[in-house]
């Protein structure tokens, strides 16, 4: 029996793992998220469910969703907004790059 236990436990961790992985990884792709953002979000999230001792997936949902209101409530509106901007300046360029590698000559 206590093999068992062992076997759901790590079978439980793992999936905390996976569940804080990809928040992580959602997070940092959000507009206007730095390290500092992300490390206050997992220390809240690790906090909480220490805590209440829940799965982040019971306590705060899907993992991209989260990351998604994580983001909208720890960033600055300002801060989002010109990361966006930023963001599509450099696709926009990147772009012009792209097809300006395949005019022949250059």
Same mark, same amino acid.
């Given at each position: ?20 992985? *990809?928040?992580?990884? *959602? ?7 730095? *390290?500092?953002? %992300? ?5 809240? %999230?690790? %906090?909480?469910?220490?805590?209440? @001792? ?6 705060? @949902? ?10 909208? *409530?720890?960033?600055? %509106? ?22 300006? @590698?395949?005019?022949? @000559?250059?």
């Amino acid at each position: 029996m206590a093999k068992k236990d062992m076997t759901t436990d790590a079978a439980e961790e793992k999936d905390r793992e996976k569940w804080m992985a *990809r928040f992580q990884v *959602r997070l940092a792709m959000q507009p206007g998220v730095d *390290r500092a953002v %992300v490390l206050q979000a997992v220390k809240d %999230v690790t %906090v909480s469910c220490a805590e209440t @001792g829940e799965h982040p997936r019971t306590a705060f @949902g899907d993992p991209d969703a989260y990351a998604v209101r994580t983001a909208a *409530r720890l960033v600055p %509106v300002d801060r989002a907004a010109r990361a966006r901007r930023r963001d599509s300046v450099v696709d926009a360029f990147d772009s012009v790059v792209k097809r300006a @590698g395949g005019v022949t @000559g250059l």
